[in-house]
Structures are given as C-alpha cells and as structure tokens.
C-alpha cells in the first residue's frame, strides 16, 4: 500500500462532487464574493482551484510544502498541485511546476502529484461582451493589459463557458522525471533567467502511475 492511497481514495469519492458546468459570469461574480483571483482572465483555471479547495478544506492541508519560493498547492500524504487543461485536439502539453521543486517534493517524500482538470471549453465571445464586462467589473483595465496594448492590438478571446469533464490524477517518482519534457521560460524583469518547468504530454500518462476520474 502507497503512502499517497488515502490521498488517491479521498480523490475518488469527492471530486465527482464538483460542479461540471461552469458559466464566465456565474463563476467570476462567485469568485468575486469569496475574493478568489475573481480579477483573472483565465477565470476557470482558478475557479477550479477555488471549488476544490472549498471541497476539500477539512482533509488536506492548503498550501502544500515550500521549496524556495515554489509553494505547491496542497499535502495530504504527498504534495499536490492542482492545473487546469482546456481540450484541444492539436495541444496536449500540461507545464507542471519547476524541475527543481518538483525534485525537492520527491527527494522529500519520496512521490510527488498533480491533480489536472481536463475541461471543454467555449470562446463564444466574438463581439468581446464577457471581456468587455469583466473590465467592467473590475474598475477599468489593469496595468498588464495596458502595457500589453502598448505592444500590440491583439488580444485573446476570453473563455465563455468550461465543462470539467475528468480529472487526471497522476502520481510521480524520481525516475519518472527523466521521462518528462523541460520548458523555458525566459527571463524575469531584472534580466535573471527564470527556473525551467517540467511539462506533461497527455498522450503518455500511462507511462505513469494515473488514476483517471470521468465526470
């Protein structure tokens, strides 16, 4: 029997409690009243984090361990961090955490997990009226996406609506971490290398231990 077992059956009995269907507005002006990163244009990502943590408040510990100054999301018997994956036929690339935190949460525990919500997601908002409402709510737009303007014109269409249609349970040992791609990702305001991040090809999750929860 694993150290994480208890954590893996606490996941199966409760995540089918989620909420599947997730609504922009609905969901944003929730996170508004709880004061949950309502501001954020990826809404849904962080809507999830807010429902699972309010599912699960009283059977782990939120945040997980600390490693510098990467803090993972959550510990029962091993460190968890929670993605969120929009579906797409041409992308199945999940970017997990940095390699050296990662490293640290196995070298420490011996396993590390991700619990990663696979969802479908719409774009229905040609005529940019969730956009134009969140800006609204929010008081006007912030400086990120001023400056972003100031480089250029084009900006993303906001996701309308997500549906959670399972969750990827996946659980990592030291030897698995040779089998997972490194991302770059530039370089900070001060001109100092950020850390390198492992990421997940969803096509290869059964080359590791994974329990898949269909909602």
């Given at each position: 029997?694993?150290?994480?077992?208890?954590d893996?059956q606490?996941?199966k009995?409760?995540?089918?409690?989620?909420?599947?269907?997730?609504d922009?507005k609905?969901?944003?002006?929730?996170?508004?009243?709880a004061?949950?990163?309502?501001?954020?244009?990826?809404?849904?990502a962080?809507?999830?984090?807010?429902?699972?943590?309010?599912?699960?408040?009283?059977?782990?510990?939120?945040?997980?361990?600390?490693?510098?100054?990467?803090?993972?999301?959550?510990?029962?018997?091993?460190?968890?961090?929670?993605?969120?994956?929009?579906i797409?036929?041409?992308?199945?690339?999940?970017?997990?955490?940095?390699?050296?935190?990662?490293?640290?949460?196995?070298a420490?525990?011996?396993?590390?997990g991700?619990?990663?919500?696979?969802?479908?997601?719409?774009?229905?908002?040609?005529?940019?009226?969730?956009?134009?409402?969140?800006?609204?709510l929010k008081?006007?737009?912030?400086?990120?996406?001023?400056?972003?303007?100031?480089?250029?014109?084009?900006?993303?269409?906001?996701?309308?609506?997500?549906?959670?249609?399972?969750?990827?349970?996946?659980?990592?040992?030291?030897?698995?971490?040779?089998?997972l791609?490194?991302?770059?990702?530039g370089?900070?305001?001060?001109?100092?290398?950020?850390p390198?991040?492992?990421?997940?090809?969803?096509?290869?999750?059964?080359?590791?231990e994974?329990?898949?929860?269909?909602?």
């Amino acid at each position: 029997m694993s150290i994480y077992s208890k954590d893996i059956q606490i996941f199966k009995e409760n995540l089918p409690k989620l909420p599947k269907l997730w609504d922009a507005k609905t969901c944003v002006l929730e996170l508004k009243e709880a004061d949950y990163n309502w501001r954020q244009m990826e809404w849904w990502a962080f809507y999830f984090e807010y429902k699972f943590r309010t599912l699960f408040a009283n059977k782990f510990s939120f945040p997980g361990d600390k490693f510098d100054s990467v803090t993972f999301d959550l510990k029962g018997s091993i460190n968890w961090d929670l993605k969120a994956k929009a579906i797409k036929s041409d992308d199945h690339k999940v970017i997990l955490n940095d390699k050296s935190a990662m490293e640290n949460s196995i070298a420490q525990d011996g396993f590390h997990g991700e619990i990663i919500a696979l969802c479908d997601v719409e774009y229905n908002d040609h005529d940019r009226s969730f956009q134009k409402w969140h800006t609204e709510l929010k008081g006007g737009k912030s400086n990120y996406e001023l400056e972003r303007e100031s480089r250029t014109s084009v900006s993303r269409y906001r996701k309308t609506k997500a549906d959670l249609t399972e969750i990827a349970l996946i659980v990592f040992k030291k030897d698995d971490l040779d089998s997972l791609a490194t991302m770059k990702q530039g370089r900070n305001s001060n001109g100092a290398p950020r850390p390198e991040k492992y990421m997940l090809d969803l096509e290869t999750i059964d080359n590791f231990e994974n329990y898949i929860i269909k909602l």
